[in-house]
């Protein structure tokens, strides 16, 4: 009996703020410049991270191995569409970067190489996606770079070194150069004309 109730708390343990067991949430981790420590025992992190909406539906959800992020990190909008697939290899951004507008629509997908001098990550080629008006075009570009972005507009020197939970955009260079050739100066304000958010009302904007 006394097996049986300790099985069960451990049990308990595992799901207690609403996250599969062995997963944890973003805010139990920390993110130092080389390795995702868990703060329980400040030891490099193994395992799933999560973050939920307050639905309960999946926000974010990322793979840790000794510390750093592999395979794919995804992030999904409340309804449970896919927003942002992003891949990682040893803790580095790598491979193909791919955002969704909300109606399931491709709007982003960048080929990623290495880390930039100048910060974020070389692009091999990238597509973007937009509308205008009602109208639904896209267009390939060449060599870029691209920094991802948090809420309030901050990007990371290096992509890798930032948790994926806060990601909320991207900036986007045709140059490989710091600060030069701005192409998408906030991917937040390419929407698609369902949105009615009113900060991403700007229906209209397409880029040059």
Excluded at 17 to 42: C, E, H, P, S, W
Excluded at 55 to 73: A, F, P
Excluded at 165 to 184: P, T
Aim: hydrophobic share 35%; glycine share 12%.
């Amino acid at each position: 009996m006394i097996k049986l109730s300790l099985v069960v708390a451990l049990v308990s343990m595992g799901f207690a703020n609403g996250y599969a067991q062995g997963a944890l949430a973003y805010d139990q981790v920390m993110f130092a410049k080389d390795k995702i420590l868990d703060l329980r025992t400040g030891l490099p992190y193994s395992g799933r991270l999560e973050e939920k909406y307050s639905n309960g539906k999946l926000k974010w959800v990322s793979l840790v191995k000794d510390g750093k992020l592999i395979g794919s990190t995804k992030g999904f909008y409340p309804s449970g569409q896919t927003h942002f697939i992003l891949t990682y290899e040893d803790g580095d951004l790598t491979g193909v970067f791919t955002e969704y507008f909300s109606n399931g629509e491709l709007k982003f997908q960048g080929d990623i190489s290495r880390q930039s001098r100048y910060g974020g990550n070389d692009m091999r080629g990238f597509l973007y996606c937009y509308y205008d008006g009602d109208r639904y075009k896209n267009k390939y570009k060449g060599k870029g770079r691209i920094q991802l972005m948090t809420a309030n507009g901050l990007s990371p020197f290096f992509n890798g070194h930032m948790s994926p939970n806060l990601i909320e955009g991207y900036r986007v260079f045709e140059n490989k150069m710091v600060n030069y050739g701005m192409f998408i100066e906030d991917s937040r304000e390419i929407v698609c004309p369902e949105a009615r958010d009113p900060q991403l009302s700007n229906q209209n904007w397409s880029p040059n």
